[in-house]
């Protein structure tokens, strides 16, 4: 029978256990910032770029690889072992500036606030390429599709885009929509010639990654560019010579003495080669615009010196020689073609490397330029489609 006292002591026995038992149990892990987040640094450098639609595109727009890191003064107050979210573009500036005085600032100023360079950041797995047929259509071209195909074939996992026309001006209008008179050039440009030329500048300075013309095959993957001995973290753009030809009548042929070439280019977004450049060419329409001139038979540059590797040369030297990015010894000589004459090999100044003719015009007979089997070939182009040789293109004065 049970009495009393038995039961009172069978229930300290029970309500002793329980306490044993949940004293015992492991409670739930309670994480720290640091440590919650820290579990995150092992995909931090995996680039994985995700699609981001539009309104004003017709297409869909990769956004950025890479989140763009927030400025010390702010990121130095966070916990987070990896860059944040990405964040609005006026939040980019360490001047923290307002709408208003970024809007009364100089072109190249608007430029830089709006797509700021981070050298540190990785290159963005994307391959952009400009076509008048987008690769689904029948229009498309089969010459063509051998060559298109290369860049995906030896670059999986990156993004690749032929961007047609139509396509074009609606992702200008995106991506330049805080920047009107950039997107008031792109539209103003009397040939088709031009706007291809501009939007390659235009794609890389807001979105980074390879631009290649549509009639290039790609050799070698964008990986084998660089020699492994070159941090990446210290590139922000890589060129390929175009033209190096040493003959006392080279002015006849060629509009500098080396030319880069700009049918294939590497770049992160905003490196301020490309902020020159679409600066200069939206200065340069807007004042012919002005003037009456913007007509194919009336411009006031040839093709080559308005849009093409004319200009795309000059603002690649002034960026070398410019005092602002790079630290020039007093009584030192200014950087200039000799840099780059004869050169097999890559070479590096500052944050952009120079690539051989080679590299990206393999087999074209001339100017010591080896074959497309040729170790240094990395890009083979073959002047299809629209495009001139580089020869009857160095001569168009329009």
Not at 151 to 173: C, M, Q, R, Y
Not at 355 to 375: C, H, R, Y
Request: aromatic content about 10%; glycine content about 4%; charged content about 25%.
């Amino acid at each position: 029978m049970l009495t009393f006292r038995k039961a009172a002591i069978l229930a300290v026995f029970a309500l002793t256990l329980i306490f044993f038992f949940r004293s015992s149990h492991t409670s739930p892990p309670k994480f720290s910032i640091d440590t919650a987040e820290g579990a995150k640094t092992k995909d931090a450098g995996i680039n994985r770029p995700k699609a981001m639609t539009t309104t004003a595109a017709t297409t869909t727009t990769p956004s950025p690889v890479k989140a763009t890191a927030l400025p010390k003064s702010t990121s130095a107050k966070l916990s987070r072992p990896y860059p944040p979210p990405r964040v609005a573009q006026q939040e980019k500036s360490t001047n923290q500036q307002t709408l208003n005085n970024v809007e009364n600032k100089p072109l190249r100023e608007r430029l830089q606030y709006q797509f700021p360079y981070v050298p540190e950041d990785k290159f963005p797995a994307y391959i952009w390429q400009t076509w008048k047929f987008d690769p689904s259509s029948g229009q498309f071209g089969e010459s063509l599709r051998p060559a298109e195909a290369s860049w995906s074939e030896l670059h999986p996992g990156f993004v690749h885009e032929v961007i047609t026309d139509k396509t074009a001006v609606n992702l200008i209008k995106y991506l330049y929509a805080s920047v009107p008179e950039v997107l008031d050039a792109y539209r103003s440009l009397p040939l088709p010639v031009l706007k291809a030329d501009f939007f390659r500048y235009l794609i890389l300075l807001a979105r980074g990654g390879i631009y290649s013309d549509i009639d290039t095959t790609a050799l070698k993957s964008v990986t084998d560019w660089i020699p492994e001995d070159i941090p990446r973290s210290t590139i922000g753009l890589v060129v390929g010579i175009e033209a190096d030809p040493d003959r006392p009548d080279w002015h006849e042929w060629y509009s500098r003495r080396i030319q880069f070439c700009q049918w294939t280019i590497q770049a992160k977004p905003g490196h301020p080669v490309l902020r020159d450049v679409v600066a200069t060419i939206t200065e340069d329409t807007l004042r012919m615009k002005k003037l009456g001139i913007l007509k194919s038979k009336k411009l006031d540059k040839t093709i080559v010196e308005f849009t093409g590797p004319a200009v795309w040369t000059d603002a690649v030297f002034s960026y070398m020689n410019n005092p602002e990015y790079y630290k020039i010894e007093k009584g030192g000589k200014n950087i200039t073609w000799e840099a780059f004459t004869n050169i097999e090999t890559s070479k590096k100044v500052g944050d952009v490397v120079v690539l051989p003719i080679t590299s990206f015009s393999p087999g074209v007979g001339q100017m010591n330029a080896k074959e497309p089997d040729d170790p240094m070939a990395f890009v083979r182009h073959d002047f299809e489609g629209t495009w001139k040789s580089a020869a009857e293109r160095m001569k168009m004065n329009l």
